[in-house]
């Protein structure tokens, strides 16, 4: 099955710097690729996605970029701010049937003032 | 729009009990899903119903029963919980099958003793 590795599991900015998470999958038939930012106490919130079909999408402040060969994606966070504290959970899907996402294991991203 | 409504929002057991998690969707989608997720692991697929009607088993379904009550509600059932099994469990649902946006509620905290 798929397997989904991010890096790192913590990531310290100074608010105004941009952050940048990265995550690997193995499964090539993957196509689907979302973003997850989750608050404490609360569910994951999509932030952002990208389909197999684009390399880049950009949203604001937050960006996701897709390298299919080599398998790897990664989501950029310009301008950071004290909101964008959070976990951030990237995840990929073959699409196949209605199976679910396979997440990396999340990046606790602390936002310094 | 409440979206993705779940019930209980905590919840403790002793060992050996049961009890069901409730999940419910208003945005009338077709698939939905339930996830497990512990401090480190990321969110693990448990069960998940592609479509009224069909369930199939996800990554971790052992000690597990789900019951697809209707297109909007999907329950999770712990025969005879354990300790192993205390974990934050969110429901998700999407509008299609495979590589279609999810959308969490707010989870539930269980904790077995």
């Known amino acids: 099955g798929e397997n989904v590795e991010q890096h790192p599991s913590t990531l310290s900015v100074q608010e105004g710097d941009s952050a940048v998470i990265k995550c690997t999958y193995s499964?090539?038939?993957?196509?689907?690729f979302p973003w997850y930012k989750q608050e404490l106490g609360k569910g994951p919130q999509l932030i952002i996605d990208?389909?197999?079909?684009?390399g880049e999408k950009k949203d604001q402040r937050i960006a996701v970029t897709l390298n299919k060969t080599a398998k790897h994606f990664s989501l950029h966070i310009t301008e950071t701010q004290p909101e964008d504290s959070a976990v951030y959970f990237c995840?990929?899907?073959?699409?196949?049937?209605?199976?679910?996402?396979?997440f990396g294991k999340g990046t606790h991203l602390i936002i310094q003032p | 729009n409440a979206g993705v409504t779940q019930t209980p929002k905590f919840q403790v057991l002793k060992t050996g009990q049961s009890m069901t998690l409730q999940c419910a969707q208003d945005?009338?989608?077709?698939?939905m899903y339930w996830y497990r997720q512990d401090p480190g692991m990321g969110l693990r697929l448990i069960y998940y119903?592609?479509?009224?009607?069909?369930?199939d088993k996800g990554e971790v379904p052992n000690g597990y029963n789900v019951s697809r009550l209707n297109k909007r509600e999907f329950s999770l059932r712990l025969e005879s919980a354990a300790p192993s099994q205390t974990s934050v469990y969110f429901c998700?649902?999407?509008?299609?099958?495979?590589?279609?946006?999810?959308?969490f509620g707010p989870g539930t905290r269980l904790l077995v003793l």
């Open positions: 499964d090539s038939a993957s196509n689907y």
């Open positions: 998700a649902s999407s509008p299609s099958a495979g590589g279609a946006t999810q959308y």
């Open positions: 995840a990929a899907s073959h699409g196949r049937g209605a199976d679910g996402l396979t």
């Open positions: 119903s592609a479509s009224e009607g069909t369930t």
């Open positions: 990208i389909r197999s079909n684009v």
């Open positions: 945005m009338n989608h077709n698939s």
